[in-house]
Nanobody
Framework: HVQLVESGGGSVQAGGSLKLACAAS????????MGWFRQAPGKEREAVAGIGNDGSIWYGDAVNGRFTISKDIDADTLSLQMNGLKPEDTAMYYCAASSLNYCVLESSFFQWWGQGTQVTVS
């Protein structure tokens, strides 16, 4: 049974930073592609960043240059360092995982999802 648990969300002022973490159980971060998505009220779920087992990393256009995705294989944790936060980054952030090694920038590609952690930027 795969479980993904996000943490690290909160409220910050514009320009601030937050670091999200996703702890995996029943799944190792080296098992496949992992990613972060976000969804703001009234909007569709948006891909934020992903990291594949082939070393590939991708970022959504809205966060490229400000966010950094990484994974700690020993701790089985996926992280998202978010710098230069903007009010438009306000959303629920979700961790997602796939059994495939490569990444596809679509939510339907991911088989497992966490419950989300709220990020609010004012």
């Amino acid at each position: 049974h795969v479980q993904l648990v996000e943490s690290g969300g909160g409220s910050v002022q514009a320009g601030g930073s937050l670091k999200l973490a996703c702890a995996a159980s029943g799944y190792t971060v080296s098992s496949g592609c992992m990613g972060w998505f976000r969804q703001a009220p009234g909007k569709e779920r948006e891909a934020v960043a992903g990291i594949g087992n082939d070393g590939s990393i991708w970022y959504g256009d809205a966060v490229n240059g400000r966010f950094t995705i990484s994974k700690d294989i020993d701790a089985d944790t996926l992280s998202l360092q978010m710098n230069g936060l903007k009010p438009e980054d306000t959303a629920m952030y979700y961790c997602a995982a796939s059994s495939l090694n490569y990444c596809v920038l679509e939510s339907s590609f991911f088989q497992w999802w966490g419950q989300g952690t709220q990020v609010t930027v004012s």
